[in-house]
């Protein structure tokens, strides 16, 4: 069993900034791949971003590459997401996922239901 928290969402202006954070309990020996998933009312959820164990690796949605950047410190169990630049369409739920399976990789990592667990969310809402 995996627990995933996020916190650190909230209401900015737009070219506003957050750093949401996800921190991992339980078998997270088991932790692996991790990735950051978002959901917009009335829409499907999305990939935002993912890192490989090591860090080596990184993932993200064209919609954020160059305003986000997703990282992890293994050694507190935590991955990070930096939004910068934030827009009115980075509104929705943020959720952290993370699987362990230890040879995720290639179009599972931006696949929502390839992933083992996940966080309960954390609201971000950009305004105009």
């Known amino acids: 069993q995996v627990q995933l928290v996020e916190s650190g969402g909230g209401l900015v202006q737009t070219e506003g900034s957050l750093r949401l954070s996800c921190a991992a309990s339980g078998r997270t020996s088991s932790t692996y791949t991790m990735a950051w998933f978002r959901q917009a009312p009335g829409k499907e959820r999305e990939f935002v971003a993912a890192i490989s164990v090591s860090g080596g690796n990184t993932y993200y949605a064209d919609s954020v590459k160059g305003r986000f950047t997703i990282s992890r410190d293994n050694a507190k169990n935590t991955v990070y997401l930096q939004m910068n630049s934030l827009k009115p369409e980075d509104t929705a739920d943020y959720y952290c996922?993370?699987?362990?399976?230890?040879?995720?990789?290639?179009?599972?990592?931006?696949?929502?239901?390839?992933?083992?667990?996940w966080g309960q969310g954390t609201q971000v809402t950009v305004s105009s």
């Open positions: 996922a993370t699987t362990s399976n230890p040879w995720f990789f290639g179009s599972a990592v931006r696949s929502a239901n390839r992933y083992d667990y």
